[in-house]
């Protein structure tokens, strides 16, 4: 073990507060992992949500492991350490279960190269008894897990206060038996799990899946995704205060999950769904431990403006003398009031998202809000001395023109226009920032069967995009690179057979063209081809919610150019 990197994992523990230490015994040990680095896993509520229930059980030890930062990556090359936990130091070979917490697609080589580094066999069929279960969970792989499939023994779907207690109650029960029988049991009744190796699959000749069945026909062909009906009865908020985390200034707090709005580009209004809203007085305890510990209270949820109360749960941290953070809200749900608030909580910079210059388009994907809320939003912000505003758009959206994209340029030059006209020139925004994301289909939504745009078109989008806002210093304008959405798409869209990619990928250090290369495998056909609708979709053996029938329906009604009318399929009950 190297002593350096020990003494600097000692000294972040030393700066945390709210982690867990428990002395090693006879209780299920797990080690959480996130594929990135401590700074972003720090930040992120769910890795923490999970880490504060595992170490909960009295029959359950949980410690924490993340990707090295670049610098000390050398440390764990073959021949010297082994990827160790941050609490104890323990090898991640010591623990009984590593269980990776996997939010975003473009981590997966992160996680290949995490399990080498601990000196675990990357594919599952390689571990044996003496190797602790491999599990992930999380947003990206609950709605696709395939592509991560021959890497990990067991996936959990859904959400982690449904999840845990029937799997933990069988994992502590059968924790001895061997690696099959224990991964067979928890397939056959704990809520939500999914073992790779007990579903097959087969091809048909145009490489499209044929076949996706169970090996026993005992167990379940649908995997059902398991989620909390009400979070009311407990909260969900930092439990390790870290000044090194991306948002170290801030105590996160969710105040919903779930929304119910249905952006047909979003996966998060069709499996997140029905939208649930923490009541004031359960948040109240969360508001006052930020506050107290002199922290802005960061405001998490899939929709925060869509809260009922959300002018109430402002004006409650106010009356504590808090602060507050809160990213993207909605033009239709902002008001004078809440403008008047959160100016008044420190906000100095807010995030709309039109994502879409013209009205047409808009009704395409169901965004549900007009150019006049935009412009009345963004005036209300001004009215209130929040001076930089974010606007969020997409390019490649189904049925996207060219004048929708000069569209965006003529929107973000209208609402600099629109304010100055509105406060007769004595107030301007400082900066607006335009973040122009690709659009990348996502599964279980109505767009699932899109392909994605084809790289070079984007980029000359964005450079148009750039280019016209270039000369006027009241923009800015970002984005990501065209190629790594076509990697996000090859992840999201993928079936098992991506899995040799990435393995690929992680034998070239990372060399994405190299890895394409090697393998026989053609990615335009999960990124370019247009997918038919009685096609078996990789992922059409979990049980996300939404019909399939109903989605297709959308996706048909969005090329037809029908209007941005309410979701008609109703909540769960």
């Not at 279980?444 to 000369?471: I, Y």
């Not at 997918?531 to 939404?546: C, M, N, Q, R, S």
């Amino acid at each position: 073990m190297s002593w350096a990197l020990k003494k600097k994992y000692q000294a972040l523990l030393a700066r945390e507060e709210g982690y867990r230490k428990k002395v090693w015994g006879t209780e299920l040990t797990v080690c959480l992992a996130y594929p990135n680095i401590y700074r972003a896993a720090m930040s992120n509520l769910g890795f923490q949500t999970v880490y504060a229930l595992l170490n909960s059980h009295p029959e359950c030890l949980c410690e924490r492991v993340f990707l090295p930062d670049p610098g000390d990556e050398p440390s764990f090359a073959p021949g010297s350490s082994s990827l160790f936990s941050l609490e104890s130091g323990r090898a991640l070979n010591d623990f009984d279960l590593v269980a990776f917490s996997i939010p975003y697609e473009n981590d997966y080589p992160s996680i290949l190269k995490m399990l080498d580094m601990a000196r675990i066999p990357l594919e599952a069929h390689r571990r044996g008894d003496e190797h602790p279960l491999i599990m992930g969970g999380g947003i990206a792989v609950t709605l696709n897990p395939e592509p991560l499939s021959t890497f990990f023994d067991l996936f959990l779907l859904g959400e982690g206060e449904a999840l845990l207690p029937s799997f933990l109650r069988i994992l502590l029960t059968d924790r001895t038996i061997p690696r099959d029988r224990l991964l067979l049991r928890l397939q056959r009744e704990a809520d939500g799990v999914y073992v790779p190796r007990y579903y097959q699959v087969t091809y048909g000749p145009d490489a499209r899946i044929e076949v996706f069945e169970p090996i026993d026909p005992a167990l379940p062909r649908k995997i059902k995704k398991s989620w909390v009906r009400t979070i009311d009865g407990f909260v969900t908020d930092q439990v390790i205060i870290s000044p090194e985390a991306a948002f170290g200034d801030m105590f996160l707090t969710e105040v919903s999950r779930g929304c119910g709005r249905g952006c047909r580009f979003c996966a998060a209004g069709f499996i997140c769904r029905p939208p649930r809203f923490r009541d004031p007085e359960t948040l109240a305890p969360s508001f006052r431990r930020g506050i107290e510990k002199g922290k802005k209270i960061g405001l998490l949820g899939t929709a925060v403006s869509e809260h009922p109360q959300i002018a109430r749960l402002c004006r409650m941290i106010l009356e504590q003398g808090g602060r507050m953070a809160i990213g993207s809200l909605r033009a239709d749900r902002l008001d004078t009031e809440l403008a008047a608030l959160i100016a008044r909580g420190g906000v100095e910079s807010v995030a709309l998202a039109p994502e879409a210059g013209t009205q047409r388009l808009r009704d395409v994907i169901r965004k549900g809000i007009t150019e006049e809320q935009i412009l009345g939003a963004a005036l209300q912000l001004l009215e209130q001395d929040i001076l930089n505003l974010r606007l969020y758009f997409m390019v490649g959206l189904p049925t996207e023109t060219e004048e929708d994209v000069e569209a965006v340029i003529a929107l973000a030059k209208k609402v600099k226009h629109h304010v100055a006209r509105s406060t007769t020139g004595r107030k301007k925004f400082r900066r607006i920032t335009l973040s122009v994301n690709q659009f990348i289909p996502k599964a279980a939504t109505p767009f699932q069967w899109h392909p994605l745009e084809e790289v070079n078109s984007v980029r000359k989008k964005l450079r148009r995009l750039t280019t016209a806002l270039r000369e006027d210093p009241a923009f800015r304008v970002i984005h990501d690179m065209p190629k790594w959405n076509y990697i996000q798409a090859l992840l999201s869209l993928g079936d098992r057979r991506v899995g040799r990619i990435l393995l690929a990928v992680h034998e070239r250090q990372g060399n994405w063209s190299q890895a394409l290369k090697a393998v026989n495998i053609n990615p335009d056909f999960y990124v370019y081809r247009p997918k038919e609708a009685d096609e078996i979709l990789p992922w059409d053996f979990i049980d996300h919610g939404t019909d399939k029938a109903f989605l297709r329906d959308e996706y048909e009604r969005a090329l037809a150019g029908a209007s941005s009318e309410p979701a008609r399929q109703p909540d769960r009950a």
